[in-house]
């Protein structure tokens, strides 16, 4: 029995993408957690009215943008927000030659040898690190991929231990991209903020001066039998904001909408932006922040970062008083954004959303 556990979890140490290469990608049990529901998901290009929109975030910073087509492209932003909580963004300054770099970086690190990445796997409590999902509780089912987690805001708190300097522009590119992303999430919540009629910097004063961001590194292994298994179960994310750069060839992230799941489709070097939970706190559930997976493949591998941006840990959040009134009660408790982060965890873990322990 104790051996049969101890096996378990050095195999549970082990990144998925050395399993998947041991067993034939044959997922063991605890990596089941689907029983071959493929049928009912939506093809967003095929079959659904509209999928995510596209917003250009050029036309809504600049100044030489006439009026009427601010106004109309700010409308698209605010509906995106309200019914799917993705849009598509065009128009961020990053250059195409600075994805492809930033998408070379990450599949070399990947495929490194694991004991390579392995020195960034973190110690017990660190936040950064390399590997797969952290065992909380005894009937967790587990992700079919592994990650590289990095804190890469406030610049001073960055752990730079963990970050790998190989490939040599690792760190170099990822700093780069954080430093593109974090305009991009300035110049976003300006225009979330008076979409909603809000002072213009109400969320960005919400981060505060010590606003965090984290990159994660998804690496999703192929799987024989990806209708059993979850690349990422359904979830949403934790902060504020979110900014996904997706594999440019490989698919897999899905959106509920509606009650039904919907394939986001690649638009090769747009920005995939989400709502997250502590912006549908803020704007008292106007803004969604989306269910949403990701499925694993048969063949190919798949790569995604997320940059996770949340506020400092100390800040209090809570509904705009101007988004109260008697039509929308206010949804949501004021709350420490440290223990709401601190549930959202242990929520995500028993398969229950953070959001509801915030809930007036
Ligand atoms: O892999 C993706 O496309 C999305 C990843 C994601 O949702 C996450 O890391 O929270
Ligand atoms: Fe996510």
């Known amino acids: ?28 049990a605890r990596y089941i957690c689907r029983d ?58 990053i250059p195409s030659s600075f994805f492809d770099e930033l998408r ?15 020195k960034y796997a973190g110690v017990e409590g660190s936040i950064d690190s390399y590997g797969t999902d952290s065992i909380i509780s005894d009937n967790q089912v587990f992700n079919w991929s592994d990650r590289l987690y990095l804190l ?24 780069e991209y954080t430093m593109k992303t974090s305009l991009v999430v300035q110049s976003t919540l300006k225009a979330m903020a008076r979409q909603l009629g809000l002072e213009k910097n109400y969320f960005v004063n919400q981060l505060g001066d010590q606003d965090r961001a984290y ?55 747009t920005l995939l932006i989400n709502v997250a939970d502590q912006t549908e706190i803020m704007s008292n559930g106007i803004f969604k922040s989306p269910i949403h997976r990701v499925l694993t493949n048969s063949e190919r591998s798949r790569i995604s970062l997320a940059m996770f941006f949340a506020p400092e840990n100390e800040k209090e959040i809570e509904p705009a008083d101007l988004l109260i009134d008697e039509i929308r009660p206010r949804l949501f408790r ?19 959303r953070g959001i509801d322990w915030a809930k007036a």
């Open 1 to 28: 029995m104790a051996t049969s556990l101890q096996s378990d979890q050095e195999q549970l140490a082990k990144p998925v993408q050395e399993l998947a290469e041991v067993n034939g990608n044959e997922p063991p």
């Open 36 to 93: 071959g529901d493929h049928n009912e998901i939506i093809d967003a290009n095929a079959s659904f009215s509209s999928s995510i929109p596209t917003v250009d975030l050029l036309l809504l910073s600049s100044h030489s943008t006439p009026e009427n087509e601010k106004e109309a492209e700010m409308e698209k932003l605010g509906s995106a927000l309200r019914s799917w909580g993705f849009f598509q963004a065009t128009g961020h300054g």
């Open 104 to 118: 070379d970086v990450a599949k070399e690190f990947f495929d490194l040898p694991t004991e390579e990445k392995l």
């Open 152 to 175: 890469v805001r406030p610049e001073h708190q960055r752990s730079l231990r963990y970050w790998p300097d190989n490939p040599v522009r690792f760190r170099e590119i990822l700093h």
């Open 215 to 269: 990159a994660r590194f998804n690496y999703y292994p192929p799987c024989s039998r990806p209708d059993l298994v979850y690349g990422l179960k359904p979830h949403t994310d934790g902060g504020v904001i979110t900014i996904v750069f997706q594999d440019p060839e490989v698919e897999g992230l899905q959106v509920l909408k509606d009650g039904q799941w919907v394939k986001v489709p690649i638009v090769p070097y």
């Open 334 to 352: 004021k709350v420490k954004v440290k223990d709401y982060e601190e549930e959202f965890f242990q929520s995500y873990a028993q398969g229950k």
